[in-house]
């Protein structure tokens, strides 16, 4: 079974500060590992995938298969990135059902 | 635009009435799937549909049901709805299973009373 797990619920970091969130998974395969986002009262939007490689609005996502994660990165955290971030996965030997973690809430003090 | 269109997107009813949200989606994607988000639960996957006429249960399916006639609809249907089914529901797309990405819809309030 495929699972997803974010431990930190909520996140709250100063203007200018690094933010990380943590994500970690358990999958029997290759998985897509994804960063989706909502900002308040908004419809989730992909923020990143890990097989594209690519900075979104200053964020990074690395997966390490060794340690099952896929933490997402930020060096210089801004306001604009208060939003509720949710990590998920999919992958062929579930049919590509896409399973998302409790998502985190991220704050951004000014 | 592509978009995902899902209706109505506030709802109140009374347990008991069957009701339909409706979900469509201009992108001619194959796969379609409705979330139920829920504070501190996160999205749960209440059915997805690879393909028309193909569906299958997700994590959360109890209570509700689904149909794909056509590519671009897939609507959600509760056909006794109870208090526990209030939630915030979403639908989403996609072209690949999800490869590039799901295209979400605005999201459906439910509450039952």
């Known amino acids: 079974a495929q699972r997803v797990t974010q431990p930190e619920k909520l996140l709250s970091v100063f203007k200018g500060a690094p933010v990380e969130l943590k994500c970690n998974y358990s999958?029997?395969?290759?998985?897509?590992l994804f960063w989706y986002v909502q900002y308040s009262r908004q419809r989730l939007q992909l923020l990143l995938r890990h097989i594209s490689r690519e900075s979104i609005k200053g964020f990074t996502a690395d997966l390490n298969k060794g340690e099952t994660s896929f933490h997402l990165k930020k060096p210089f955290a801004q306001e604009e990135d208060s939003a509720m971030y949710y990590c998920a996965l999919s992958g062929l030997s579930n049919d590509y059902k896409l399973s998302f973690g409790a998502g985190t809430t991220v704050t951004v003090r000014a | 635009e592509a978009q995902v269109t899902q209706n109505p997107r506030y709802l109140i009813t009374v347990t008991g009435k069957k009701l339909t949200v409706t979900c469509s989606q201009n992108?001619?994607?194959?796969?379609m799937s409705w979330y139920r988000q829920d504070p501190g639960l996160g999205l749960r996957q209440i059915y997805y549909s690879m393909n028309v006429e193909v569906t299958d249960k997700g994590d959360v399916p109890e209570g509700y049901k689904v149909s794909r006639k056509e590519k671009r609809n897939f609507p959600l249907i509760l056909e006794s709805p109870s208090p526990n089914q209030t939630s915030l529901y979403f639908c989403?797309?996609?072209?690949?299973?999800?490869?590039?990405?799901?295209?979400f819809g605005s999201g459906t309030r439910l509450t039952v009373v």
């Open positions: 989403a797309s996609s072209d690949t299973g999800g490869v590039n990405g799901y295209t």
């Open positions: 992108m001619n994607h194959e796969y």
């Open positions: 999958y029997s395969g290759s998985p897509e």
